[in-house]
């Protein structure tokens, strides 16, 4: 992977014309989107971009594939894509994802820029240089380490996504907050999504995870911090799946949260009152989104197969205080059942 991290630019994207506008540089312009976001791209005043070449892709996770990966590679192959030209990605973090895994593989790779559309998009897909798709019913089995030229993070296009994947985008914020941002935390606290200045917070919370990233661009240390919700919320979210109940992946993340900020607080890596602010605060800001009916003990079972766990053991990473997270917090399978049994889900 190239280790040239990309510029982040914050706020309206047209301010930005004269770096999106690579018609004087004789570069070719391709945009990817899905259904849905491919109405995004009308809210982008740059005649090069809009005389681009669209590529239109199926919209949601089910499409997350490699068919789809070879409509990309088909369409840029069509229009004798080269090296020189530029691919813009403009979707959640699903088209983000592919079109990243498409366009640094073609021809060894087309420079490309991403455009995120949704909450999760702006504040956590997008950053960090992980591209692929899902492969044999395997979550994001097939990918690379690729960074993008630039990322246009702009809250304008949050106005036409549903309220339930903006709310889901919002564990993601939540995340970051537990991780590094007391501040951060007190704000949203203080706060409803109806309330929420969206601007400060992508730009917050983005920031939070490209500093993190690149200090630790390959996850062998602190990049880590970043799973915090998700050794539970992962167990969560194929639970549901499996009992034809699904929920978005954000709000199983919320939960996750909930539960290890338990979890941390019952091993003696925090305290009562740390577990009892993050339950406290979940729930009155995720309110229904996040009363599931669990299995624990199916729970577990699922978490012990975690791709996270090299061993017998159960491996989190759990928030010691708001703004602190310790990683490589390795768990035996009985103790995480005795815990969440106490939990009373
Ligand atoms: N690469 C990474 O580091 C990373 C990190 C977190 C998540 N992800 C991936 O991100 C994906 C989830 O991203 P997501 O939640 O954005 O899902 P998504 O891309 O499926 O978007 C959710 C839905 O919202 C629609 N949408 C997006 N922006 C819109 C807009 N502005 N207006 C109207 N509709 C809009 C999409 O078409 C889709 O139907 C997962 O596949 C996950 O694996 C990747």
Not at 62 to 72: P, R, V
Not at 254 to 261: N, V
Not at 291 to 319: A, G
Request: charged share 25%.
């Amino acid at each position: 992977m190239s280790l040239k991290f990309p510029e982040i630019f914050f706020g309206n994207i047209n301010q930005y014309s004269s770096k999106l506008d690579l018609s004087n540089d004789s570069k070719r312009i391709f945009l990817i989107a899905d259904e849905n976001t491919k109405s995004c791209i009308d809210r982008i005043e740059i005649n090069s971009l809009k005389d681009g070449k669209l590529c239109i892709l199926g919209a949601g996770e089910e499409h997350k594939n490699l068919s789809q990966i070879e409509t990309i590679w088909s369409f840029l192959n069509r229009h004798q894509a080269s090296r020189n030209d530029h691919v813009y990605i403009i979707g959640g973090g699903v088209i983000c994802d592919m079109g990243a895994f498409a366009a640094s593989t073609y021809k060894r790779g087309v420079p490309f820029s991403l455009v995120p559309t949704s909450l999760l998009a702006m504040v956590d897909a997008s950053v960090g240089g992980k591209t692929g798709f899902n492969f044999n019913n395997l979550k994001n089995n097939i990918g690379t380490f690729s960074q993008p030229t630039a990322i246009y993070c702009d809250s304008q296009f949050l106005n036409s996504l549903k309220m339930d994947e903006k709310m889901a985008g919002m564990a993601e914020v939540y995340k970051h907050a537990i991780i590094g941002d007391r501040e951060l935390w007190n704000y949203l606290s203080n706060n409803s999504i109806e309330t929420l200045d969206f601007e400060t917070i992508i730009k917050k919370s983005t920031q939070l995870k490209y500093n993190i990233v690149k200090r630790d661009p390959f996850e062998s240390n602190e990049r880590k911090k970043l799973n915090l919700g998700h050794t539970v919320g992962h167990a969560i979210e194929s639970y549901l799946l499996n009992k034809n109940t699904s929920t978005l992946h954000g709000f199983a993340i919320a939960y996750g949260m909930i539960l290890e900020a338990f979890i941390s607080y019952k091993i003696g890596h925090s305290t009562k009152s740390i577990a009892e602010e993050i339950k406290v605060e979940l729930t009155r800001f995720f309110k229904h989104f996040i009363e599931f009916n669990i299995d624990i003990d199916h729970v577990i079972d699922l978490m012990l197969n975690d791709k996270k766990n090299n061993t017998s053991k159960i491996n989190f990473s759990l928030p010691k205080d708001i703004g602190e997270v310790q990683i490589d917090v390795e768990l035996g399978k009985n103790e995480v059942q005795a815990i969440l049994k106490e939990f009373n889900i």
